[in-house]
C-alpha cells in the first residue's frame, strides 16, 4: 500500500493589485479631465497677429450654422435666442461689473450677425473682445 500525500493547492486571488490599477486610472482621468477644452463648440475663428488674453466672464459663440451660445466664466456653454443675450449679460454684469465677453464667431458667420452682438455691447457699455486664432505663418 502506498501512501499519497494530497497536497491543497491554495487558489486565493489577492484583489489589492487590481484595486491599485483601478486607483491609477481613476487618478489618470481626473487629472486630464481638468485639462479639456472650455469652449467645445467648434468654430473656425479667424485669423489675427495679436494674441492677448484677457479675463473673460462670458463667452458668446456663434457657430457656423449662426446658432448663438453663451456660457459665464468655464461653465458649459448653454444653446440660447439672440434676445436672451442682452438680459443674460446686464444680470452678470450686476454681479461683476468688470466683467469682459469674449465673442467666439466662426469666420463663415455673416458680419451683421457679429454687428449684432457688438450693438448690444455698445448699448449697454459691456467690454467685448474678439477672439481669434494665432495668424499662421505657412501661407
Known amino acids: 500500500m502506498s501512501l499519497k500525500k494530497q497536497t491543497k493547492v491554495s487558489t486565493e486571488f489577492s484583489m489589492a493589485s487590481m484595486t491599485d490599477i483601478i486607483f491609477l486610472l481613476l487618478l489618470f482621468f481626473i487629472i486630464t ?7 467645445v463648440i467648434k468654430v473656425l ?9 484677457q479675463k473673460t ?11 448663438f ?3 459665464r466664466d468655464k461653465g458649459e ?19 461683476n461689473p468688470e466683467m469682459f465677453v469674449a465673442l467666439y464667431a466662426d469666420e463663415s458667420v455673416p458680419y451683421r450677425e457679429i ?22 505663418n505657412k501661407r
Not at 479631465?33 to 469652449?39: E, F, G, I, L, R
Not at 475663428?45 to 488674453?53: A, H, M, V
Not at 457699455?125 to 477672439?131: E, M, N, P, T
Open 69 to 71: 451660445f453663451i456660457a
Open 115 to 136: 454687428v449684432r452682438i457688438l450693438d448690444v455691447a455698445n448699448q449697454n457699455s459691456f467690454k467685448l473682445v474678439l477672439a481669434t486664432r494665432p495668424l499662421d
Open 45 to 53: 475663428l479667424p485669423q489675427s497677429t495679436k494674441t492677448e488674453r
Open 33 to 39: 479631465s481638468t485639462v479639456v477644452q472650455t469652449n
Open 77 to 95: 456653454p448653454m444653446e440660447v435666442d439672440f434676445d436672451e443675450i442682452e438680459p443674460f449679460l446686464q444680470e452678470t454684469v450686476s454681479d
Open 57 to 67: 466672464i462670458v463667452n458668446i459663440t456663434i457657430d457656423a450654422e449662426h446658432n
